[in-house]
Each structure stands twice: as C-alpha cells, then as structure tokens.
C-alpha cells in the first residue's frame, strides 16, 4: 500500500451508473488528489481544493495550465462524484481503479475486474462509460466482488476494565484511528461502518455425558417484527465444544432458530447435548469492517460487553472474505497484525488488554465466573 497524489477523475453521477446524461453533464475534470493506493482498492478523502489537471468535454482534453486555480471537489456531489483513479504514462491514460461507494467522508474505489487497455486523453468520457459498462455487477453491488477461500478462527482480545465501557464509543474511537493512521494498509470498510447490536442471551454448560463432548451452548435471542407486531421469537444456537483438553474448540451454529417458553430445551435438543442453565446475559456489541488495501482481506473488528453480573470486555477480530487470491497462510498472517493492531489501539486508550488463546470459550467462562456470586 502507498500513499499517493493521484489524479482523481471527477463528473456526473449518471456515467457512473451508465445512465444516458444530458449533453450538460459530459463532462468530467481531473484533480491531483492524495489517495491511498492499494493492489485491488483504493481510498481517497476528495474534499478539500486540488490542484487541476484537465477538463474533458466528450472526446475534447483541455490540460489545464500551470497557472490555473485549485477547485474544490467533495465526496458526495451529484454533479462532481469522484470517478475513477487514473494515471497518465507515456501520453495515454491508464483507469486503475473505479469508484465503488463513496460516503461523506471518504470515497472507495476498486481495481476493474475487467482491466482497461491504456487509450489517448480525448477518449477518457467514452472509455469511463464502457469501463462502468463492463464492470457494473462490481462497482454497484458493493458485495458481489468477494470470495470466501479461508476459514480461519477468530482472534479475541480479552479486555480488563475497572470501569464501565461504552463500546460504542470504543468503536468510533477505533473507526478515528483507522482514518488517522495513514501509513497503515488497513482501512475502515465504507458504508455500513459501525454496527450496533444488543441482544439478550442464554448460556448453558454441557452436562457431563456418554460422548464426552464438553463447553458450551449458547441461545442469543431475537424477534421477527412487521411493523409493530412480532411475528415469532428466534435465536442464534451455538456451540462451542471439545472432546478432551488436548482437542481444539470447535464452534457450531444454527441461526434463526424458532423456541418456545423454554429456550434451553429447545438449544439441548438441537445439538442433542444435556445442558444446564448457568447465567442469562446481555450482548452488546459495536464491530466494523476492515479491509486490507494491499491483498483485499475483509475482516470485521468487533469490541463486546457482556453484561452479567459482572460486566466482561472483550474484542474479536475476524475473516470475513476477499477481493483477493484468498491465500490461507496470508489471511493468517493479516489476522495476526491486526489483531496487534487493535492491541496498540486498546493501550492507548489507556486500557489493560492482552490476547486472549481461549477464545469464545474463555469468553464464557468469564461470564460463568462473573455470575457467581460468592
């Protein structure tokens, strides 16, 4: 990844989306804008005034000259939208990424799956049209462009706190930073960014039985609304779970599962575990996307509060998908560093974290433990 002044290619909304644009709107200008540049996406913050390199009206390029004035451009404008990445080698202009969404903020662009063949300046509109034409599945359906090739664990990070957190506020903190870190690959996912979820839960421990499976199962509860009436109860069943202590934890789910009055029966019955009841909790929980600028990785950083008796703390930082070749080993390997990340991130805000090898299962524990009273 690298930082960049890069000429951003501006215009009318309606090329973007290869809408037919009235004759006013054919036009676009080119402005030295400093972006983030990665392999397969690119960010740039587009407000601001930059400096100008051409305009083009249909098939006429009009360089600017050395002593035009700076315009200002934003992120969102209907008539000004940022377009497009582009460079200028040997005359002919090269399209290296096309604008896929674009928030108050900031703007993100995607390399085109279906490349451009370098063409001359005057060509820039009609080449923009077809270059959106072609590659209008990705650049307008914000999720088609992905592939799952890894399935790797999460990573948590346990999170000691003498005071209450507001992981909603922890979030947006980690959002800030993320933008402010501009040396760093990893960027904030535009669009949805932040998440906020609170919902209640069920834990149960295993009981002992013949199988010798051993951990925990898990209900988190929710309901299907239509307008004010609630249609039926549902939850997200899972498990985590091991044969001995030398086997690894392993974590099954079952979502959107209709229960009745009784919600751990209808969790043992579904993963036919014999199961006690050991606390009802609250999950609140803000997590974002984070999206590596160099290989395409998606991850999402989640920061937790369980609220049981004692409120536990933690974050979780997992694969989600890529733009990339999915490479196991490299996913790995991204997961780790921003894990570090979020480390550092963490103790700066002057809090005591440390990785957490347990887990989700740890994470149980804690709440088991801190629903003892003594």
């Known amino acids: 990844m690298r930082d960049a002044t890069s000429m951003i290619v501006f215009g009318n909304w309606r090329l973007r989306h290869a809408e037919p ?27 601001g005034v930059h400096a100008l390199v051409a305009h083009c009206v249909d098939a006429t ?76 599945l990705q650049t307008s359906n914000y999720e088609c462009y992905y592939a799952v090739h890894a399935a790797p664990e999460e990573l948590h990070v346990a999170i000691e706190a003498t005071a209450p957190l507001d992981v909603l506020a922890l979030g ?52 299907r609304k239509r307008r004010a009436t609630v249609l039926e109860p549902l939850a997200e069943f899972s498990a985590v779970l091991r044969g001995d202590d030398s086997a690894p934890w392993t974590e099954q789910r ?14 043992a019955q579904h993963f036919d575990l014999p199961l006690r009841p050991v606390v009802r909790w609250r999950h609140t929980r803000a997590s974002s996307g984070c999206e590596s600028l160099e290989t395409g990785n998606l991850f999402s950083v989640g920061f937790s509060c369980a609220q049981a008796e004692t409120p536990v703390f933690y974050c979780s930082i997992g694969y989600l998908r890529t733009r990339g070749d999915g490479n196991a080993a490299l996913v790995a390997q991204e997961q780790a560093a921003l894990r570090d990340k979020v480390l550092q991130f963490l103790r700066r805000q002057g809090l005591d974290a440390r990785p957490d090898p347990g887990g989700i299962a740890h994470f149980y524990d804690r709440i088991a433990q801190g629903s003892t009273r003594p």
Do not use: K
């Open 61 to 136: 390029w009009q360089p600017a000259p050395d002593a035009a004035p700076a315009v200002p451009s934003h992120n969102v404008d209907p008539d000004w939208v940022p377009l497009a990445h582009v460079d200028i080698d040997g005359g002919l202009v090269h399209i290296r990424h096309l604008v896929d969404r674009a928030d108050r903020h900031v703007a993100h662009f995607i390399a085109p799956p279906m490349p451009v063949p370098p063409f001359a300046p005057p060509q820039l509109y009609e080449q923009l049209w077809q270059a959106f034409q072609a590659n209008h």
């Open 254 to 267: 079952l979502p959107d599962q209709p229960y009745g009055a009784a919600v751990e029966v209808d969790l």
């Open 21 to 47: 644009s009235p004759e006013a709107a054919r036009r676009l200008r080119v402005q030295r804008v400093a972006a983030r540049l990665g392999a397969r996406a690119a960010q740039a913050d587009c407000r």
């Open 172 to 223: 947006d903190a980690w959002l800030d930073a993320l933008d402010a870190d501009t040396p760093s690959h990893f960027v904030a996912q535009i669009g949805d960014e932040l998440q906020h979820g609170s919902h209640d839960n069920v834990l149960c421990r295993v009981l002992p039985h013949l199988e010798g499976r051993r951990g925990w199962a898990n209900a988190a509860l929710f309901s």
